[in-house]
């Protein structure tokens, strides 16, 4: 079967060493690719013989493709990368693609016994949003899909990313997969912890902002918040919009202990990076760096910077994109230093998606911990659901569904205990400020509440959450019915989806018992 591929364009010095005599008889390819209107992140589509498909390429260049969202072009070119493979077995050009075609491919992807990786009806909605994309674009009549069709969409459209962990499991899968720790919460032996403070740091800020990973992923050294608020537990920064889905700014709040452990992250293991990076020479050799003269406070943050080249620039803060934050260097004590708050070991920024990798490894290092040999032979999705209860399994969007669980969660013992507020007054004070649906909403950064109840908060979206709360020691006297951790146990054990400490550590791995 041929196999169609997708070539990315690299980001401006990334294009590594390239060879004097040129490329397939370009001199310079950057400057070629740049010149025919690709820009960095795009995707080149190359058919089976080799060659590139001038109409997709097109396409790429269009201004239906243009202006998508970079990882939106990734996700984007890799469905239709196998939609492209899919029609060329059977030898039918994209262009001639029918409504049958497109069925098949569906019944494929989702419902074919044979297909080993199907997809659900969340990624199948997506898929169907790109092929309606370049077919209306190249002007296929009929369309052979079309997203804004019932019959073309899933009914079965759930999230896969959605996934809980509690507070204390959140800290076992810290000691556990980010700082080395053995089931006996000792570190194991032979530990590296080079990189412990940034990924510890990372969680806890993301755990208390509830940031998307691009968001906290791309923030700049001097955007961490540094204003508290009345009682010194959080502070509150801005999240620029350029990140952002919405492409609006937006206020995030961060508790005052996770700041100071990226504090110390920037103190320490950041800190090492950046001198060891300046004594190797790493950024003179940056092309494309800005060095940061000015940064405006207000409402207008401005960004003043000189490049290399000695031209000055400025822009909105909040209107700086993922790439052009990357370039953007302060000067330090020995030297330049990137702007980027989270540095690889090489002391260049790491790239949003790069967590990703970081979680997995965490995973992987708790499977190591908490199952035995035999249990850790079977792969995750074959596994009993006993196995997989006891090991804790995050993602970076993990941390937003739970910061998002644990917000409702405070905000309604607030109004429960703290206030004591009765039906009325609740919704008196719903009226006033809005109810803790609204509130959560509103930390997201959502548009619509149905999001929030739908997708981030869906297993206690159908719960009466002040019963909970008078309750949820009713069954255990040695639990506080106003303590958390039990509230937050008792909806773990009484709702899908959610992890906690209780169900991972019950039994040990079965080698162990």
């Not at 990368?81 to 077995?89: D, E, N």
């Not at 700086?320 to 000067?331: A, K, N, Y």
């Not at 790491?350 to 249990?375: M, Y």
């Not at 739908?454 to 019915?481: C, K, N």
Request: glycine letters at 10%; hydrophobic letters at 40%.
């Amino acid at each position: 079967m041929g196999e169609w591929r997708v070539v990315w364009v690299p980001d401006s010095g990334r294009w590594g060493p390239l060879p004097p005599e040129g490329v397939l008889g370009v001199e310079y390819l950057p400057s070629a690719v740049a010149r025919i209107g690709l820009q960095p992140g795009d995707p080149v589509f190359v058919s089976p013989d080799f060659t590139v498909d001038a109409d997709l390429l097109d396409f790429v260049r269009s201004r239906d493709f243009r202006h998508l969202e970079r990882e939106t072009k990734r996700n984007y070119a890799t469905d239709i990368r196998l939609l492209l493979t899919f029609l060329s077995s059977r030898g039918v050009g994209w262009r001639a693609a029918t409504e049958r075609d497109l069925g098949d491919y569906r019944v494929w992807r989702c419902r074919a016994p044979q297909n080993p990786v199907r997809v659900g009806g969340s990624k199948w909605n997506r898929e169907a949003v790109a092929f309606t994309k370049l077919f209306r674009w190249a002007g296929v009549l009929p369309l052979p899909v079309d997203a804004s069709r019932a019959e073309d969409r899933a009914a079965d459209s759930v999230s896969a990313r959605v996934s809980w962990l509690t507070p204390r499991t959140w800290r076992l899968w810290s000691d556990v997969g980010l700082r080395g720790h053995g089931r006996d919460g000792t570190p194991a032996w032979g530990w590296d912890a080079r990189t412990e403070a940034r990924n510890t740091s990372f969680v806890q800020l993301m755990l208390s902002s509830g940031l998307r990973r691009q968001e906290g992923g791309s923030l700049l050294t001097f955007e961490l918040p540094a204003q508290r608020l009345r009682h010194g537990l959080y502070c509150h920064g801005s999240v620029a919009g350029a990140v952002t889905r919405s492409k609006r700014d937006r206020t995030f709040y961060a508790s005052v202990d996770a700041l100071g452990q990226v504090e110390a992250y920037v103190q320490s293991e950041r800190a090492w990076a950046v001198r060891r990076a300046q004594a190797e020479g790493r950024y003179e050799r940056l092309a494309g760096m800005r060095l940061v003269t000015k940064v405006t406070r207000g409402r207008q943050a401005d960004v003043h910077w000189t490049g290399r080249d000695g031209a000055a620039g400025r822009q909105r803060l909040g209107r700086l994109t993922v790439q052009e934050r990357q370039r953007l260097f302060l000067e330090g004590p020995d030297g330049p230093e990137p702007a980027w708050l989270w540095l690889s070991e090489q002391g260049l920024p790491l790239l949003p998606d790069r967590w990703n990798r970081v979680f997995s490894a965490a995973n992987r290092r708790c499977e190591l911990a908490l199952l035995s040999p035999e249990e850790r032979g079977v792969g995750r999705g074959l596994r009993a659901a006993e196995v997989r209860g006891r090991v804790p399994y995050a993602t970076p969007h993990s941390t937003r569904h739970s910061m998002a669980l644990y917000m409702l969660i405070v905000l309604n013992r607030l109004m429960e205990s703290r206030y004591g507020l009765t039906a009325a007054g609740r919704r008196d004070f719903a009226l006033l400020f809005g109810d803790p649906w609204f509130l959560v909403k509103t930390l997201l950064g959502h548009a619509d509440v149905e999001t929030t109840k739908r997708h981030y908060l869906a297993p206690v979206a159908h719960l009466q959450l002040e019963s909970i709360l008078a309750t949820a020691g009713a069954d255990d006297p040695e639990r506080d019915a106003g303590d958390l951790e039990g509230v937050f146990a008792r909806l773990a054990r009484e709702t899908a989806g959610i992890q906690d400490v209780d169900a991972l550590t019950a039994a040990g791995p079965a080698g162990n018992r």
